[in-house]
């Protein structure tokens, strides 16, 4: 099916964020590449995904809720081998339980000056993650249905490096805010992708 795009993600991105993206142009500016992984898998026959929680640091997504992912290397072949390979270094997953599904819509973050490319992936059996200690605070095993619960689409205020006490729209999930940066906006567009899927499995 045709990807829903960024129409989707705009669905979880802040007021300011869409002025700030209005504002960039990106014809000017050559963004570092970097992919992500939406990771799906069973637990107890029951779908999650993972997030991660970034250890604090000085750059740009310090502490930040995040899809396992990084920066695209001289040797990677392309986006998809970034995003698994990157989802091995960060959470311990071999590329062999890896399957990806498909791409998502890439999205620029003008903060880092990255252009991130989201894939959605599929793991058959349950998983064993190993946090890569120097990057990587915790795993957090997200129940697929909690995404997909319009009541974990919240309102959340609270201040940024470029404004104080914006309220914006996030996802509550596992007890923690996923606000409207990249992982949250990706988020929205990979909920609508599953949605849609859904919807045509029932008709």
Known sequence: ????????????????????????????????????????????????????????????????????????????????????????????IIPEQQEIITAGTPIYIPPSNYM?????????AELQFTPQPSEVKSIIEVPLHELMDARNVRQHTLSTSYATDITVPCYCLQDQVVWGGATAMMLAEFKTMLQQSLSLSND
């Open 1 to 92: 099916m045709p990807l829903p795009g960024f129409e989707a993600q705009l669905k979880m991105a802040a007021v300011e964020r869409l002025e700030e993206l209005q504002r960039e142009s990106l014809l000017n500016k050559k963004p570092r590449k970097a992919a992500v992984m939406m990771l799906i898998y069973p637990i107890n026959d029951i779908a999650h995904f993972v997030l991660i929680e970034r250890m604090i640091s000085k750059g740009a997504h310090s502490g930040q809720i995040a899809f396992p992912g990084g920066r695209k290397e001289e040797e990677d072949q392309d986006d998809a081998v970034t995003a698994i390979r990157e989802t091995h270094e960060e959470v311990g």
């Open 116 to 124: 991130v490319a989201p894939f959605l992936a599929f793991a058959k």
